[in-house]
């Protein structure tokens, strides 16, 4: 078997968690925490870290940290997980769609204006499968109408846009540590902000609401959204290992790229993309299938599962599904969709395996 994703975890996370449990601080309190926080923000760029249960709680923190509510609009890509618009559901506000960019996949910048409304309070782009967004240009719009900015960035730890780092850019930027994620805390999220207030506002809502400096005193209607030490413990080890884990999924994605330039000169797939001004961490490497690929995408997927081989399709656009459903049309969204396929990126694949696949690949395009 030949896993589309898999954590890389090691004696050093395991010395943490022990740690951590002989220590007794196995909840939301515990040196672990400030720690990860600390360092995780550095790592950015940015000045504080709010540690979170998952990465969709982050965006939800986000969201109501800075007043999100009924009757406001959101601006979101149509192709993202599905977290991105729930979160904005969560809040009573409506997710505004976006189409996404066909050379990196990312929200189409040069589309959004157009999505805004005097409704409209903030965009989220999403750092898509590891690529950066076109954040200047989002920046650009932001200023221009004074909309929030969250980066969702889920996907993307260490990602680079113009030299700077992702998680940088936003008014709040939000992390998941999911397993199949760069880094993992199990399940984990974390805000990035450069605001000091905005940050403590976080850590409030993080914590039921609970005023900092008077214990059960709750100001306002907040949520359990902390991260235990043991994750932070696990986070801690994983986050020294980063800039490795990213020189191995771009050592990867150069494998795929190289395996699979013959199918992309007779034009039967696209590769993953990576635009100059990127430096895409390729948190799944995605390749597009041409119609003179001989096998449809999910023909392709059921062949190469038969040979042992994890595969995932792109997300469908939120668009479509029975929450979010409307008439809209998002074309470029909706043909990546369908074309795309994300092909096994574990760092802890070899070249041999990756060659595995490669062959596969090649195998059907030429039945
Ligand atoms: C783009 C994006 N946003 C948000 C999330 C939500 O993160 P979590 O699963 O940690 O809640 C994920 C992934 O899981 C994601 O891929």
């Given at each position: 078997m030949i896993p589309i994703a898999e954590p890389s975890l090691g004696n050093e996370e395991l010395n943490n968690i022990v740690d951590a449990v002989k220590s007794g601080w196995i909840s939301s309190k515990g040196k672990f925490i400030p720690e990860f926080e600390e360092r995780f923000a550095q790592y950015c760029g940015v000045k504080y870290g709010v540690a979170t249960s998952n990465g969709t709680a982050a965006l939800h923190l986000a969201l109501v940290a800075l007043g999100i509510g009924e009757g406001d609009e959101v601006i979101v890509p149509?192709?993202?997980?599905v977290a991105t618009a729930n979160v904005v559901k969560y809040t009573g506000a409506k997710p505004v769609f976006v189409d996404s960019h066909?050379?990196?996949?990312?929200?189409?910048p040069t589309k959004i204006e157009k999505a805004i409304t005097p409704r409209t309070k903030m965009i989220i782009p999403v750092h898509l499968y590891g690529h950066p967004c076109d954040m200047d240009a989002i920046l650009n719009i932001a200023h221009k109408h004074n909309l929030y900015v969250i980066e969702d960035a889920a996907e993307a730890h260490g990602a680079g846009y113009k030299g700077k780092k992702v998680?940088?850019?936003?008014d709040i930027a939000c992390f998941s540590f999911y397993g199949?994620?760069?880094?993992?805390?199990?399940e984990g999220g974390m805000c990035l902000t450069n605001d000091e207030e905005l940050a403590q506002r976080m850590r409030i809502l993080r914590d039921h609401g609970m005023n900092p400096n008077k214990r059960y005193w709750h100001e306002v209607v907040g949520f359990n959204y902390r991260m235990s030490n043991i994750q932070a413990a696990v986070g801690v080890a994983q986050l020294e290992k980063l800039d490795r884990f990213i020189e191995k999924k771009r050592e990867i994605a150069g494998w795929y790229s190289e395996g699979l330039k013959e199918l992309k000169e007779r034009e039967l797939i696209k590769l993953h993309p990576e635009i100059p001004w990127a430096r895409c961490v390729y948190w799944m490497y995605s390749i597009l299938i041409t119609d003179d690929f001989s096998l449809s995408r999910d023909g392709l997927m059921k062949e190469l599962d038969e040979k042992g081989i994890e595969t995932r399709p792109l997300f469908y656009p939120i668009h479509v599904m029975p929450p979010y459903k409307c008439n809209d049309k998002f074309p470029i969204a909706e043909e990546l969709s369908r074309r795309g396929i994300s092909l096994?990126?574990?760092?802890?694949?070899t070249r041999h395996d990756i060659e595995a696949v490669v062959q596969g690949v090649r195998r059907y395009s030429s039945q």
């Open positions: 149509t192709l993202t997980f066909p050379d990196y996949w990312c929200i189409d998680g940088s850019f936003g199949n994620k760069l880094i993992t805390t199990g096994p990126s574990s760092v802890k694949l």
